[in-house]
C-alpha cells in the first residue's frame, strides 16, 4: 500500500499505548509511545523528536509480541513533546496487522463510549 505525504486524515484516529521505535534515515533511533493510531498514521510521544519532513522506518509493539512496521514521514514535530507520522508504504503482512489493531482498539472505544477523533 503507497500512501501520499501530507495527506489530512480521512479516518478515525484511536487512542492507543504502544511502545515504539522511529529509526530515521540517518540511523540514530529515537524511541517513543504511540498514543493515537489510524490506517495512515500515527502521534508518538517522545522527548527527542525529528524535524518535519524526515523520512523514517516506524515500528510498533504488541504486548504479546506482534509488532508493525512502516516506512513513514514526520509530518509534525512539537519540540521535547512528539511527532505526528504519516505513513508511506505498508507491506500487507504489516497492514493485516494494522487493521486487527484497529479494529480492537474501535470496539474498546465503543465499549467506553468514546469518540475517536477526526481531523475536520
Known amino acids: 500500500m503507497d500512501q501520499g505525504e501530507g495527506q489530512l486524515r480521512r479516518v478515525p484516529r484511536y487512542p492507543v499505548s ?7 534515515e540517518s540511523g540514530t533511533r529515537v524511541d517513543a ?3 493515537e493510531l489510524s490506517l495512515y498514521g500515527c502521534y508518538l510521544n517522545s522527548l527527542a523528536t525529528l524535524p518535519s519532513r524526515t523520512r523514517v522506518l516506524v515500528k510498533i509493539f504488541a504486548a504479546d509480541g506482534e509488532y508493525f512496521e512502516a516506512n513513514a514521514t514526520v509530518i509534525y514535530s512539537g519540540s521535547n513533546v512528539g511527532m505526528g ?6 507491506n500487507e503482512q504489516f497492514l493485516e496487522v ?5 479494529q480492537k482498539a474501535m470496539e474498546q472505544s465503543a465499549s467506553e463510549g468514546e ?3 477526526q481531523e475536520k
Open 18 to 24: 504502544a511502545p515504539a521505535s522511529v529509526i530515521p
Open 33 to 35: 509511545q504511540v498514543t
Open 85 to 90: 507520522l504519516v505513513f508511506r508504504q505498508v
Open 98 to 102: 494494522l487493521r486487527k489493531w484497529l
Open 115 to 117: 469518540n475517536p477523533s
